[in-house]
């Protein structure tokens, strides 16, 4: 079972910024918080990562709480074509582990 | 470009009849991966491989066959023993075993009529 909790679905004013939480009470120390995306009906796509601190790159900003129970992804100025689903997932740096996906949250950006 | 080539897109078959998805990277990456997608669901993964001429089951292994002779390609076959097959398949490679920042294919669905 994934060990993430998403919302199933989020609305999103093009131009706004887009906050998608994720929760994940249970991570150990090891973990990394992964975000990725996926596009109707196309393969998913990395969008960031973190281990405790917060990270930002072109796409996107992650913040993990300091308690590192909870992360929330954010698109700063969103836009039509961010209209997605979102997985946010925990996973230790180590090969014996594979990624384990939810059903993420669909994020609907409206015009 | 450099990327990750799955072939076909689209796909049917008969009931009984074995078939086999392409999947072929450039980006020079040692691990592999085949999943699965159901509708509304997160993926499943099938297969993976971490090296060439070695490969691990999933979690949804069964009804499913893969090798790995090439570095740079990964094919999967999904054999007549495979229940329930109608599905969206993604392939997927990262640049070794350890990282989880996983590049995918555009995928192929496999419908079984």
């Known amino acids: 079972d994934a060990k993430t909790t998403q919302p199933p679905s989020m609305d999103c004013a093009e131009g706004r910024a887009a906050n998608l939480p994720c929760n994940h009470s249970t991570i150990s120390g090891n973990e990394y918080v992964y975000w990725y995306r996926q596009i109707h009906s196309q393969g998913p796509q990395y969008i960031i990562h973190g281990l405790k601190n917060n990270e930002t790159n072109e796409m996107a900003s992650l913040i993990i709480t300091e308690d590192r129970k909870s992360s929330t992804l954010i698109l700063p100025h969103a836009t039509l074509r961010d209209t997605a689903v979102y997985y946010c997932?925990?996973?230790?740096?180590?090969?014996?582990?594979?990624?384990?996906w939810g059903a993420g949250t669909k994020l609907i950006i409206k015009p | 470009d450099g990327g990750i080539t799955q072939s076909p897109k689209y796909l049917f078959r008969k009931e009984g009849q074995n078939v086999t998805l392409s999947c072929e990277q450039n980006?020079?990456?040692?691990?592999m991966y085949w999943y699965r997608q159901d509708p509304g669901q997160g993926l499943r993964l099938i297969y993976y491989?971490?090296?060439?001429?070695?490969?691990q089951k999933g979690d949804i292994a069964e009804g499913y066959s893969v090798s790995r002779e090439k570095k740079e390609s990964f094919p999967l076959t999904v054999t007549s023993a495979q229940k329930n097959p109608t599905a969206f398949y993604l392939c997927a490679s990262s640049r070794d075993r350890d990282t989880g920042e996983l590049f995918f294919g555009e995928g192929s669905r496999l419908t079984v009529l």
């Open positions: 491989s971490q090296i060439v001429n070695d490969f």
């Open positions: 997932i925990v996973r230790p740096w180590d090969s014996n582990y594979q990624l384990i």
């Open positions: 980006l020079n990456h040692d691990a």
